[in-house]
């Protein structure tokens, strides 16, 4: 079947596709940019996302300020008309700062997880930017949905639903992303449910997308049935041409067998998805130093003295010349990728032509 375009508050999607947010350097204007051009919804992460500008190392945070009116003015020239928002982390040290900077820049939407984005809207109150909780449970959708309610007033514009099979942060505990009973599908609908009580609080529909091993026209599909609006899609984007990841990086994912992914334990305190490699076999071995900090995630997630490993340091490796040496997070598909592709060709694909 065809898919449907969508409407988020006062937005056109043309084609109810998400890029998911990719950080460090992984989705930033190139992969966001191609993605809004076809018509879909292009998201730039915002971890770290100064990483290449000169002042980085002296100064991140002003670094990644100022990227983010970099990074958003470039993928605007490429989307043309297309949507572009940004994924922001809640446990990112300034995570208020760097949601002013988006809205000041006029971003289209901001998507956040990796934590309760619980202060999303009294820092985006006022803004045209329309906002979303990542969630992976009925439970945490209730609460986020609830103390925006009770506190603000407000609800969220859309929800994002990150799946056990997504690749990165996991909303789950380890024993339910290996238990083969589990069912994702049953929970699924259970957010669907609880989001649509705000959806008529509120009087507006507030589109459910699902995101997390989304990988054909079929899967697609399959979501649409469920009750969702649309999908999240990161993996498959990885192995694109104008995906801003360096070559290397795609080749890891090219080269990635399923026995390759592995579980590990983030500073964030959630369990992720990444790629087995000298990264992953160092970290198992125990803790692996700070080299250097650059305040990438808020005091209350991150413990220097304790924390397995820096997540940034390692991620900066993976964008690096050396992503072998790195942190990569993969999905749980992505042994399934074996050529390179391009935006508009996968699209397409995905949307079923």
Not at 96 to 109: G, L, M, N
Not at 289 to 301: F, Q, Y
């Amino acid at each position: 079947m065809a898919l449907p375009s969508i409407k988020i508050a006062d937005l056109n999607l043309t084609v109810p596709i998400i890029q998911g947010g990719m950080g460090i350097g992984i989705s930033l204007a190139n992969l966001a940019g191609a993605v809004a051009k076809s018509g879909g919804l292009g998201i730039i992460s915002s971890a770290q996302i100064g990483f290449k500008l000169p002042e980085f190392e002296r100064n991140p945070l002003k670094a990644n300020l100022k990227a983010i009116g970099l990074e958003l003015k470039k993928a605007r020239a490429i989307a043309q008309d297309g949507l572009v928002g940004f994924n922001v982390m809640a446990s990112t040290f300034h995570y208020e700062r760097y949601i002013k900077e988006i809205v000041a820049q006029k971003a289209d939407v901001i998507i956040s997880g990796g934590g309760l984005p619980t202060q999303l809207p009294e820092f985006t109150k006022g803004s045209t930017t329309k906002i979303a909780p990542i969630v992976s449970s009925q439970k945490a959708c209730k609460v986020v949905l609830n103390y925006w309610h009770k506190k603000y007033q407000t609800t969220a514009d859309f929800i994002v639903v990150e799946g056990p099979k997504a690749g990165g942060h996991l909303g789950f505990k380890v024993p339910q992303l290996t238990d083969e009973n589990f069912d994702m599908d049953q929970e699924l609908v259970k957010i669907i449910a609880e989001t649509q009580k705000f959806a008529e609080l509120y009087g507006h529909e507030i589109p459910v997308f699902f995101g997390g091993g989304v990988y054909t026209h079929e899967d697609i599909e399959h979501y649409l049935a469920l009750g969702c609006r649309g999908v999240q899609v990161a993996t498959r984007f990885v192995v694109t041409a104008e995906c801003d990841a360096p070559q290397a990086f795609k080749d890891a994912y090219l080269m990635a067998e399923e026995k390759d992914l592995q579980i590990i334990k983030s500073p964030v305190g959630m369990p992720a998805r990444a790629i087995d490699n000298y990264f992953t076999q160092k970290s198992a071995a125990g803790r692996i130093p700070i080299e250097k900090c650059r305040n990438c995630l808020s005091h209350s997630h991150c413990d220097r003295k304790t924390i397995p490993y820096c997540i940034s340091e390692h991620l900066l490796k993976s964008a690096g010349k050396n992503p072998l040496q790195g942190l990569i997070f993969a999905g749980a598909t992505v042994h399934r990728l074996k050529e390179m592709t391009t935006v508009p060709q996968l699209m397409q694909e995905l949307v079923g032509k």
